[in-house]
């Protein structure tokens, strides 16, 4: 079974300031994985997605992530936050022929003026 | 259209009430699922419907009951919930997996439930 850790709870940064959120998973193949947002009070809105191919994956909001195979890793990038980037962010990973995902225990951003 | 809606978006019952959560998607998803989430915490899955049949219950409590009347439609049926079951609760829809795609979950704001 697959599974995923984020190792940071809480990152804070300055508005302006470059972004990296860890994800790091488990599973004995390429899995599918998954950056979601989520704003207080509301639903989870994807971000970006992995299946194959380009391992620098471009998202919405000018997100981006790295699939790195090596390190079993696939960390979420922005090189500019903005004040409404603070949200929880959820690292999911779904193994190849299923569409469930398994979702991490979230990163909770924190954005300063 | 790539929104799925969930009603209502607040809800208040006691411990004796019955009532029901509503899902629609018209993404045309043969999957649709039912998360919880508490506070702070990422979605638990509930209930999984593939073509309208139940594929997956995580072991929820009898007082939880899914129905999908329709490819569109879902519905999350509760009765004798208790103060420990309030929680936001997240319909979320999907493609089912082909070779090069699928997998990633379409939510709604979801139902913020508060049981007395």
């Known amino acids: 079974a697959q599974s995923v850790t984020q190792p940071d709870i809480h990152i804070t940064v300055s508005e302006g300031a470059s972004l990296e959120l860890r994800c790091n998973y488990s599973y004995g193949a390429t899995p599918y994985l998954f950056w979601y947002v989520q704003s207080p009070g509301q639903g989870l809105q994807l971000l970006l997605k992995y299946f194959s191919g380009d391992t620098l994956v471009q998202g919405i909001k000018g997100f981006e992530a790295e699939f790195k195979r090596s390190q079993s890793s696939f960390n979420l990038r922005k090189p500019s936050v903005h004040w409404s980037d603070a949200a929880e962010y959820f690292c999911?990973?779904?193994?190849?022929?299923?569409?469930?995902?398994?979702f991490g225990r979230g990163t909770s951003l924190i954005v300063h003026p | 259209d790539t929104e799925v809606t969930q009603t209502p978006k607040h809800l208040v019952m006691g411990m004796t009430n019955k009532k029901s959560l509503k899902c629609e998607q018209h993404?045309?998803?043969?999957?649709m699922y039912w998360y919880k989430q508490k506070a702070k915490k990422p979605p638990e899955l509930m209930f999984v419907?593939?073509?309208?049949?139940?594929?997956i219950n995580e072991s929820v409590p009898s007082r939880f009951s899914p129905e999908c009347p329709n490819s569109s439609l879902l519905n999350l049926h509760l009765h004798a919930l208790q103060p420990e079951d309030s929680a936001l609760y997240l319909c979320?829809?999907?493609?089912?997996?082909?070779?090069?795609?699928?997998?990633?979950?379409?939510f709604g704001e979801g139902s913020r439930l508060t049981v007395l």
């Open positions: 993404m045309g998803h043969r999957a």
């Open positions: 979320a829809s999907s493609q089912l997996v082909t070779s090069g795609s699928g997998g990633e979950l379409f």
């Open positions: 419907y593939s073509y309208e049949k139940l594929s």
């Open positions: 999911a990973v779904g193994a190849r022929g299923s569409y469930i995902p398994t």
